[in-house]
């Protein structure tokens, strides 16, 4: 289903590529990054014309339309050089015919970045003599030793997206932004839980893996920052407008593909992953496990379906993950993760309380926090909580 909203997407938005705009021309967006022992996974896009774009309190829907038809006219500098480089090391990568680059790049001294230890700082420029000046993404690269790993998925696991509903996903990918996108409630302080571990000591680093476009990489990441999720690097998917991505397939490999990637950057740590009953994540992540039983702690699952045929077939699952000794829980709650992972040692209990005030807070009980724009039209019944693990 998502990949059908995908191509939808695509198509309507390359159909509005006629209005105009002030760009910045020749130029690289460069993605958040990750590495380790001497080599970085590197990101990003050149483009012939770019308009970087921010959501604004005041923006409407009218607005939001349009941005989001900006970003559907991106200009890619087709097979263009792209010049890499951190401290003294760089690399040049070569774009494809949509303007997308990526591979390893070695790193020998990189150069740090100023808010955290675990972060470096690299530079993307294109390599001729009309580029615009360099841009800036930093990329998750520790020199310690990582106690725990989170991988999770976006849409409909931390972003109310409804890819389950073709019409109501493009009218919120259409007509909202990063500031009137909804999170699920509690996300957050669940995030926040999971990066500072049992003891609320730790730093475990978070990893966003979603089939969303590129096109959407701005707009992710803005509502992460202003939602206070924590940061992380973030694998989107350059969208084909051809048959293939019609394919359950499609949406299977690339995903597979990104937390394999990961899981081999930093052999032998312990994994959690995070997903959603809507599109693949549990078979997707059934597969990791088959891949990686010893590193699997739990698959948590959030239930949007509500489908019986559905949750019976993650049932099915969660006792091929059981059996491989991880877990699989299936629920509606963000809370009720919560309390499995504290059951379990991955998050202190001094967090349960701040998990369950910020999910009232998001649902709009306290009064604390001022509900986005059609949030409470948008808010689908509450369900009831179910939680797939033996006993």
């Known amino acids: 289903m998502f990949a059908l909203v995908s191509v939808v997407m695509s198509v309507v938005m390359s159909a509005v590529s006629s209005f105009p705009s002030m760009k910045v021309h020749n130029t690289v967006m460069l993605y958040r990054g990750y590495g380790a022992d001497g080599r970085v996974w590197v990101h990003g896009r050149a483009l012939e014309k770019h308009r970087p774009l921010t959501a604004e309190v005041h923006h409407d829907r009218w607005d939001n339309l349009m941005a989001m038809m900006q970003r559907a006219r991106a200009d890619p500098a087709r097979h ?18 949509e303007g997308f680059f990526c591979g390893w790049m070695t790193v020998e001294d990189p150069e740090p970045a100023p808010r955290h230890p675990d972060w470096i700082v690299l530079h993307a420029r294109l390599d001729r003599r009309d580029a615009a000046p360099a841009t800036s993404a930093e990329a998750f690269y520790p020199r310690r030793s990582l106690p ?74 803005e509502f992460l920052d202003i939602q206070r999720i924590p940061r992380g690097p973030v694998m989107l998917r350059d969208v084909d407008l051809g048959l293939g991505a019609l394919r ?19 052999p032998d740590v312990p994994v959690i992953l995070i997903g959603d009953s809507g599109q693949q994540d549990p078979e997707i992540y059934h597969r990791v496990v088959h891949d990686h039983p010893s590193r699997v702690r739990a698959i948590y699952i959030r239930n949007v379906t509500m489908n019986a045929d559905r949750s019976a077939a993650i049932d099915a699952l969660a006792r091929e993950v059981l059996a491989a000794g991880s877990s699989l829980v299936l629920a509606d709650d963000t809370l009720a993760a919560a309390k499995h ?6 998050i202190s209990k001094d967090a349960l309380p701040l998990v369950s005030g910020e999910k009232k807070a998001d649902e709009g009980m306290t009064g604390t926090k001022t509900d986005a724009p059609g949030a409470r039209d948008a808010e689908d019944p509450p369900k009831p909580t179910e939680i797939i693990e033996e006993p």
């Open 341 to 346: 992972a504290v059951d379990n040692g991955w």
């Open 148 to 221: 725990q790993l989170v991988i999770s998925d976006i849409d409909d696991t931390v972003l109310q997206s409804r890819v389950t509903n073709v019409v109501r996903a493009l009218q919120t990918l259409a007509f909202g932004n990063a500031r009137t996108r909804l999170p699920f409630p509690g996300v957050a302080a669940f995030y926040e839980a999971l990066r500072r571990g049992a003891h609320g000591t730790s730093d475990n680093p978070l990893f966003y893996v979603s089939s969303s476009p590129w096109n959407l990489y701005d707009v992710i990441t």
């Open 80 to 97: 263009a050089a792209v010049r890499v480089t951190t401290g003294q090391s760089s690399s040049t990568f070569t774009a494809d015919n």
């Open 248 to 266: 359950s397939g499609h949406h299977h490999d690339h995903k597979g593909a990104n937390i394999q990637r990961i899981l081999h950057t930093y």
